[in-house]
């Protein structure tokens, strides 16, 4: 993936790279073109303001304005008169005849006046035209207009290709003047004709990233599903295992040792498969329960019950796996008489509270002491189950509710469980429109509080 991206990115740098070349080149050509329009079209204004020329079917021509002002800078003094006394010397005109073929090879006469001190074009006035003509194409690239005179020959060089510059222009034949347009940095102008491209680029790379940001999230998810799995088949392996071993040692020890003779031991051999029998069956229960949220299949038969009630009976079926703990559990209930009813689905919020008190008791040290406690607060009815186990690190208590999650032991290589309990009581809450919320310190226990609207009878 990284390498795909890493490509991808590269690519787009290259496109840009060469989108910006192309952008300077065709930059230069348009202000190259652009400059050469300007000044002919000054120069051709200047051609009409100075010199006439009398023909039928042939436009004034800017080549035979440069050859004339050649002929005339060479023999003008032998061509007229000269100026008359008090003419001004820079308003001597000149006056010739000459004649050119038509194209059927016919004469035509014609005269051309000129003004001898024809001056050349100024920096200003090209600088005024182009910036008109600039605007146009929406060009904004600051420039000035350098003049240089001389030979065309001693003024050919080549263009700095660091620099965006026009070509040389030149003007005239026997008075040789160079013009040229020399730009600033052009960059922010060509960026800003490549603001859609490179935001399609970066935009494309943007979507790749964040594609492929979310495929490997996903496959992070799935593979800590895969390991979670894996744990929860050990684990259940272990824990089906475990209560049926038990059961079958102490209905063996039935059958092979007299124990029927001794009233005693079987009461208690018949306890201790009691007790593995009710955890086998819870751990059915929730696998089955587990099941059915998967599939949607859940069905929820509505009442309204007392939640102390539910709990005084929960408390009372799990009194012999207490007892095996010696855990010391107390149920309190603030509001005196009042009564903790609810609306919800009787069975599965006694899997909750069998749930949360089986954690509370797995977790637990040697000397288990687990409080329960019912209140009212606000519309609403409260659960809390706070134990004195090994505690929940702050780093694992977001986690919790996860499907297969389970915090890490450490040492506590005794503590069994699938990861389902919790995530399981996460649901049912959720779907009675209640609230779960854990309170732990690491190694010194941990308070589960559930909140359900309270029911009010009329």
């Not at 303001?49 to 042939?58: H, P």
């Not at 013009?179 to 494309?204: C, D, E, H, K």
């Not at 086998?280 to 069905?299: C, P």
């Amino acid at each position: 993936m990284i390498l795909v991206i890493v490509s991808i990115a590269g690519f787009q740098v290259y496109w840009m790279r060469n989108l910006y070349g192309i952008e300077w080149a065709d930059l230069r050509k348009e202000t190259d073109v652009a400059f050469r329009d300007v000044v002919y079209k000054l120069q051709m204004q200047q051609l009409r303001n100075d010199s006439l020329f009398i023909r039928q079917g042939l436009p004034p021509n800017l080549f035979l304005f440069n050859l004339m002002d050649s002929l005339r800078s060479r023999s003008i003094d032998s061509f007229g008169p000269g100026p008359l006394p008090g003419d001004s010397p820079r308003l001597t005109i000149s006056i010739r005849e000459f004649s050119t073929l038509d194209s059927a090879g016919h004469h035509e006469q014609g005269r051309f006046i000129s003004n001898r001190s024809a001056l050349p074009l100024s920096a200003a006035r090209i600088d005024s035209a182009y910036h008109i003509e600039l605007a146009k194409s929406h060009i904004t690239v600051p420039f000035r207009i350098e003049r240089i005179q001389g030979p065309a020959a001693e003024l050919s060089k080549p263009l700095s290709p660091e620099k965006l510059q026009t070509n040389f222009l030149y003007v005239g034949l026997s008075k040789a003047y160079a013009y040229q347009a020399t730009f600033g940095s052009p960059v922010r102008y060509i960026l800003g004709r490549m603001v859609w491209p490179m935001t399609a680029g970066f935009l494309l790379v943007g979507i790749t990233v964040m594609a492929f940001v979310v495929m490997y999230r996903s496959l992070l998810h799935e593979r800590r599903l895969a390991q979670y799995k894996n744990d929860f088949i050990s684990n259940m392996t272990h824990e089906l295992k475990t209560p049926i071993s038990t059961i079958k040692v102490a209905v063996e020890a039935l059958r092979r040792f007299d124990a029927l003779d001794d009233p005693k031991r079987t009461q208690e051999y018949l306890d201790i498969s009691a007790v593995e029998l009710q955890r086998l069956s819870l751990l059915v229960d929730k696998v089955l329960k587990l099941s059915q949220f998967e599939n949607k299949v859940v069905e929820f038969h509505m009442t309204v019950f007392d939640l102390r009630e539910v709990v005084a009976e929960v408390i009372a079926e799990m009194r012999l796996s207490f007892e095996k703990a010696g855990a010391v559990v107390q149920l309190t209930g603030d509001g005196g008489d009042t009564a903790f009813n609810v609306r919800g689905d009787r069975a599965h919020l006694s899997s909750v509270i069998s749930n949360l008190l089986d954690n509370a008791l797995k977790y637990s040290k040697e000397a288990p002491v687990i409080t329960v406690r019912v209140w009212r607060e606000e519309g609403m009815v409260l659960l809390s189950v706070t134990d004195n186990g090994i505690g929940i690190p702050p780093t694992y208590q977001d986690r919790i509710f996860d499907k297969f999650f389970r915090v890490p032991s450490g040492d506590h290589h005794n503590i069994k469980g699938y990861g389902l309990g919790l995530n399981y009581v996460q649901d049912i809450i959720h779907i009675h429109k209640g609230s779960i919320a854990v309170e732990s310190k690491e190694g010194r226990g941990s308070t589960f509080t559930i909140k359900l609207p309270g029911y009010e009878q009329n």
